[in-house]
């Protein structure tokens, strides 16, 4: 049952992706050169070197976005389902959800401890649980470099002159805006983790597919680019900065 349900969303799946790449006008000769692509590395997207799982970062977590070990992606994936379930569909709250579990621990070691000590004799040996300190470590010096690393792209793109690049970044953070206008953060960061979870197992499974309509879709965005910064952008008179300095 479950290879003819596979088959089936294979089927679907490379049908869509079909319909989308034929549904794009083929790019001219003259237009958008793989070459200036060094022939596209071999059709990989970006020019990249490495495999999809050495671009993850290799390891377990590539393991699992990748869907090396079904059973604990799946059970990663309906875990943050679980949680996203239980505060927004449920209406908990993290402090209520919290408390409940503090409760249970408590009540499972109460019974524990007594029952053991009243069917034995002899002091109960009730497990400890420590979360270890390194972890909150790693946890926190892994966000601050992302964040960092975020703060300095955008401080980049500010200070490079580059108008195109900064105009993407600014409708990258309008579009996060107005996503965030939707949706609360808990949301978000949900489609994220599921957006992680599928796209990158998807891509590899039709990687061909999807770099040869990412390529088409380049294409036609760099057509447009060009046809936008002939007629309004090259229009626009740009001040000599230097000449105003030695004034």
């Not at 505060?87 to 109460?110: C, K, N, P, R």
């Amino acid at each position: 049952m479950s290879e003819r349900s596979g088959s089936a969303t294979e089927k679907i799946m490379s049908s869509i992706i079909d319909t989308i790449a034929d549904s794009l006008p083929k790019q001219k000769s003259g237009q958008f050169d793989p070459g200036a692509v060094s022939e596209k590395v071999k059709n990989k997207l970006f020019g990249r070197q490495k495999t999809l799982h050495g671009v993850l970062g290799g390891g377990k977590s590539a393991d699992v976005l990748l869907w090396r070990n079904k059973k604990i992606s799946s059970s990663v994936l309906a875990l943050a389902t679980a949680i996203w379930v239980s505060f927004e569909w449920l209406d908990y709250h993290f402090l209520t959800i919290v408390s409940f579990a503090l409760v249970l621990g408590m009540v499972v070691q109460f019974v524990w401890s007594n029952f053991s000590n009243m069917l034995s004799g002899s002091p109960p040996q009730v497990p400890r649980v420590a979360l270890p300190d390194e972890m909150f470590v790693n946890i926190a010096v892994a966000i601050g470099a992302q964040v960092n690393k975020f703060l300095s792209f955008l401080q980049d793109v500010s200070c490079e002159r580059n108008l195109k690049h900064f105009l993407v970044a600014i409708a990258g953070l309008w579009a996060a805006a107005v996503i965030g206008s939707w949706c609360n953060f808990l949301t978000v960061i949900y489609i994220g983790f599921v957006c992680a979870h599928t796209l990158p197992v998807l891509y590899e499974k039709y990687e061909d597919q999807i770099d040869g309509y990412l390529y088409n879709l380049l294409g036609l965005l760099r057509d447009q680019y060009q046809k936008l910064d002939q007629g309004v952008l090259s229009k626009i008179p740009k001040g000599n900065m230097k000449a105003k300095k030695n004034e």
